[in-house]
């Protein structure tokens, strides 16, 4: 393993470098799928007595990288050293994301038994020891989605009772269970432009009802949320958010189990990466990952399925991969549902997680493997060899 500092010069090199030309096409690499030069194929993010990895963000230009593990945010160097950590989270803390206009990490953060839920913001440049407590060492706050509470409290079937975090009810609008996958990008229709916070849905996996079959997407511009930002006490949990939402899109991708696990803007193919665990309706082709048309603009349509008619912002599928024709639904088969991070140039890390023993302990181990698109079907993306 070469120097820290070599690999850092590199990554930034690479992240700097955004291909235009055809969305979908594979990154020039001669000889096969080599590494970029020096940027790591695979970095280790530790064993954590907590939940499976849920996402991971890097920070090419400083070298860190970031990794959500449901109860504590880990932060590394491109080695996998540790260099601190976030604990004492009682939620689940899902996908996040650097942003690139404050430098801090954003995480979508639930708290389904208050209903509650939250975009956690992590002062990153501060973490720098492990144990650090996210609500006592200043460097976590939260904003309050009203809209997601909204629909995750609303009582479908009209008689008078929510029945709750329970995918077997006909509660839950479009089947919201909460949000996961969160990324920054620009606004769906543009190719440029102001940086927009995306928060998806998670959607509970019923296969007995018709109105869960898409994807929810929120848009928020978080310029001004330091006007809504508060530490979090979780035994009291704060309502300090926007009432309303930027923007509310739908893109039809049939059921999924616990919906867009993580959202991911690509800037090499222009695009919108979307890993999910598939779902289990015969009626869809049930695959694990989809690409959003980001040139295309949001059309109002009908957002089938829901119990009265219902007209919204519609997002459309890449036409490419895989297709069901009885469906319409475009999609790959891929497994960033732990992870996934563009890194410009048509490079991206992929996670994984298992669970390990270490001296007795059982713990979550995260890893993240290094990939090139080629834009293939089934899987457009392969691994590099280092």
């Known amino acids: 393993m070469r120097s820290v500092r070599t690999l850092l010069v590199a990554a930034v090199a690479v992240a700097a470098t955004v291909v235009t030309g055809p969305a979908l096409a594979a990154p020039p690499v001669g000889g096969g799928p080599q590494a970029p030069v020096d940027l790591p194929t695979h970095i280790n993010g530790g064993a954590w007595p907590t939940s499976h990895v849920q996402g991971v963000t890097v920070d090419t230009a400083k070298g860190f990288v970031y990794w959500s593990f449901t109860q504590t945010l880990v932060k590394t160097d491109l080695a996998g050293n540790v260099i601190g950590t976030v604990e004492g989270l009682t939620g689940h803390l899902g996908d996040i994301d650097l942003n690139p206009q404050d430098g801090r990490v954003y995480g979508s953060l639930e708290y389904k038994a208050e209903e509650a839920f939250y975009i956690a913001i992590f002062d990153v440049d501060a973490i720098d020891r492990v144990g650090m407590n996210a609500e006592r060492d200043g460097v976590m706050t939260a904003v309050h989605l009203e809209e997601v509470v909204e629909d995750f409290t609303a009582d479908m079937d009209g008689n008078g009772v929510f029945d709750g975090d329970t995918a ?219």
Request: hydrophobic content about 25%.
């Open 168 to 386: 077997n009810t006909a509660d839950h609008r479009y089947g919201c269970s909460g949000i996961d996958g969160v990324s920054f990008g620009p606004s769906f229709g543009s190719r440029g432009g102001q940086q927009k916070l995306m928060v998806a849905y998670g959607v509970y996996s019923h296969t007995g009802r018709a109105d869960n079959d898409h994807q929810v997407i929120l848009e928020y511009d978080v310029r001004h949320w330091s006007r809504y930002e508060r530490p979090l006490t979780q035994s009291a949990p704060h309502r300090s958010g926007p009432h309303r939402t930027d923007g509310k899109y739908f893109v039809r991708t049939g059921n999924t189990t616990y919906g867009v696990q993580n959202l991911q803007y690509d800037p090499h193919t222009g695009n919108w990466l979307m890993a999910v665990y598939t779902g289990r309706k015969q009626e869809f082709p049930n695959y694990s990952f989809f690409m959003v048309d980001g040139s295309a603009r949001p059309k109002l349509g009908e957002i089938t399925g829901q119990p009265e008619p219902e007209r919204g912002r519609l997002l459309s599928l890449v036409r490419d991969g895989r297709h069901d024709p009885a469906t319409g639904v475009y999609g790959w088969d891929f497994h960033g549902n732990y992870g996934l991070e563009a890194l410009g140039n048509g490079y991206y890390y992929a996670a994984e997680g298992r669970a390990v023993t270490v001296d007795g302990q059982k713990r979550q181990q995260g890893e993240v493997y290094l990939y090139r698109w080629t834009g293939r079907t089934p899987t457009p993306f392969e691994r590099v060899i280092g």
